[in-house]
């Protein structure tokens, strides 16, 4: 999963927020952060870092336009001047406001070691809540169901051969004049855990879900080899488009 936080200056509260959520994640969150006036990682921030152990390797102040055309699964801002300046500059599947107070400011105690509390508190709960949201295994049954329909399986295949393909591409290919109806049994597919998709501005691409088990993988490149005419019609109605529509301008979601 992919993580951006943003914040005016990217010089505390998201620097604190992209050592936290490196820490906490484990491996599982690709984490970055940015601001529209990049000032350097504040030394206070630095201190509070280094007190609770948490690394500062890598850790350093980015300008959002870095990212401008990157698509993530969730932007997240930590000011409201961030969350008005850096909407445009990038774009997230989810876009959360957390508004925490600049530590400048803040009259408590250790105003910066406070606030890394209150970011900790709040990356847990996300955590906890991201954690509850992941899909149960693919099991044999569901697996085996969802390819018991003629336009779904064939569309696994065509995805399969062709490594993505978008809506509009499996609509020529299949010959289905309804979106709608791609779309659903794209949508199944999806739920399912056989599918996954990625996000560009309004276009949505999908491919077969790399955490797939291989046995179920090796079922789908089985069918591939030992069936090699099953979508020899879809292939070509796919190659009839002439120039294959482009990931930016032509495909629809």
């Known amino acids: 999963m992919k993580v951006l936080f943003l914040c005016t200056e990217n010089s505390a509260r998201s620097i604190m927020a992209e050592a936290l959520l490196k820490h906490h994640g484990k491996g599982e969150y690709d984490v970055y952060s940015a601001g529209t006036s990049p000032a350097g990682?504040?030394?206070?921030?630095?201190?509070?870092?280094?007190?609770?152990?948490?690394?500062?390797?890598?850790?350093?102040?980015?300008?959002?336009?870095?990212?401008?055309?990157?698509?993530?699964?969730?932007?997240?801002?930590?000011?409201?001047?961030?969350?008005?300046?850096?909407n445009i500059e990038v774009t997230g599947d989810h876009n959360l406001a957390w508004d925490f107070p600049e530590p400048r400011t803040r009259k408590d105690n250790n105003p910066y070691e406070k606030t890394l509390q209150e970011l900790n508190s709040r990356l847990k709960m996300f955590l906890l809540i991201q954690?509850?949201?992941?899909?149960?295994?693919?099991?044999?049954?569901?697996?085996?169901?969802?390819?018991?329909?003629?336009?779904?399986?064939?569309?696994?295949?065509?995805?399969?051969?062709?490594k993505e393909l978008c809506v509009c591409e499996l609509m020529a290919a299949l010959k289905e004049e309804s979106q709608p109806k791609v779309s659903r049994h794209l949508a199944q597919l999806?739920?399912?855990?056989?599918?996954?998709?990625?996000?560009?501005?309004?276009?949505?691409?999908?491919?077969?879900?790399?955490?797939?088990?291989?046995?179920?993988?090796?079922?789908?490149?089985?069918?591939?080899?030992?069936?090699?005419h099953f979508i020899d019609e879809e292939l070509a109605q796919l190659n009839a488009m002439g120039d294959r529509p482009t990931r930016v301008e032509t495909c629809c979601a």
């Open 41 to 86: 990682i504040n030394t206070q921030a630095r201190q509070a870092l280094e007190h609770f152990g948490l690394s500062i390797n890598g850790l350093f102040s980015k300008n959002v336009s870095e990212f401008a055309g990157e698509h993530f699964d969730y932007v997240i801002t930590l000011c409201e001047k961030a969350g008005k300046e850096c």
């Open 190 to 228: 999806k739920k399912a855990g056989i599918l996954s998709s990625r996000k560009h501005q309004q276009w949505v691409y999908y491919s077969v879900n790399p955490d797939l088990p291989h046995w179920m993988q090796n079922v789908i490149k089985i069918t591939i080899v030992n069936e090699p």
């Open 131 to 162: 954690e509850k949201q992941k899909p149960a295994p693919i099991t044999p049954t569901l697996f085996y169901k969802s390819l018991a329909d003629d336009i779904r399986l064939k569309t696994l295949v065509l995805i399969a051969v062709e």
